[in-house]
């Protein structure tokens, strides 16, 4: 499928925001984020988080919280740069940020990081009207989270809860 990114600016826009604020995380339940930090070496550095360790503060920042041993939260430390993929059925945003220091350890939780991120480029990204007039995303990443759902969304409610909170 070919595709074309259109630049929105550096403002959440209303479908992101509304899939961001940490609101509805049930609905969410299952629905991986692909992010890109730069390693040392200057290759992309993929990882996936969930909706239960990303927050919304407002149309400009973001909260994410990462484990704090783990190469993405490196990366972050070294140059705080940080691209959110957000893919779904009929959407594909990709948001740029750069990452400020991080609270390490979490309040709370002893093995996150809680990095706060300012939205610097939102991309919207669809089929080329002209080549592919009728292709259209159908899915986004999906996963299982490995234990019930209600105790799953628990400990997502608790981190978002985490990241909200003023340091």
Same mark, same amino acid.
């Given at each position: 499928?070919?595709?074309?990114?259109?630049?929105?600016?550096?403002?959440?826009?209303?479908?992101?925001?509304?899939?961001?604020?940490?609101?509805?995380?049930?609905?969410?339940?299952?629905?991986?984020?692909?992010?890109?930090?730069? #390693?040392?070496?200057?290759?992309?550095?993929?990882?996936?988080?969930?909706?239960?360790?990303?927050?919304?503060? #407002?149309?400009?920042?973001?909260?994410?919280?990462?484990?704090?041993?783990?190469?993405?939260?490196?990366?972050?430390?070294?140059?705080?740069?940080?691209?959110?993929?957000?893919?779904?059925?009929?959407?594909?945003?990709?948001?740029?940020?750069?990452?400020?220091?991080?609270?390490?350890?979490?309040?709370?939780?002893?093995?996150?990081?809680?990095?706060?991120?300012?939205?610097?480029?939102?991309?919207?990204?669809?089929?080329?009207? #002209?080549?592919?007039?009728?292709?259209?995303?159908?899915?986004?990443?999906?996963? #299982?989270?490995?234990?019930?759902?209600?105790?799953?969304?628990?400990?997502?409610?608790?981190?978002?809860?985490?990241?909200?909170?003023?340091?």
């Amino acid at each position: 499928m070919s595709r074309v990114a259109r630049a929105l600016g550096n403002s959440l826009p209303d479908a992101l925001w509304e899939l961001l604020c940490g609101r509805d995380l049930a609905t969410r339940m299952g629905q991986a984020i692909l992010i890109a930090t730069t #390693d040392a070496e200057g290759w992309p550095h993929p990882a996936m988080l969930s909706f239960g360790e990303v927050v919304a503060l #407002d149309r400009h920042r973001l909260r994410l919280a990462v484990y704090r041993t783990s190469r993405t939260s490196g990366n972050l430390r070294r140059n705080g740069k940080l691209t959110l993929c957000l893919v779904g059925a009929g959407m594909a945003y990709y948001v740029k940020t750069v990452a400020g220091k991080p609270q390490d350890p979490m309040e709370g939780f002893a093995d996150l990081a809680r990095y706060e991120a300012t939205v610097e480029m939102v991309l919207a990204d669809q089929a080329r009207e #002209d080549l592919e007039p009728e292709a259209r995303l159908t899915g986004g990443i999906t996963f #299982d989270p490995g234990r019930p759902l209600p105790e799953a969304l628990q400990g997502w409610q608790a981190v978002v809860e985490g990241l909200r909170r003023e340091a």
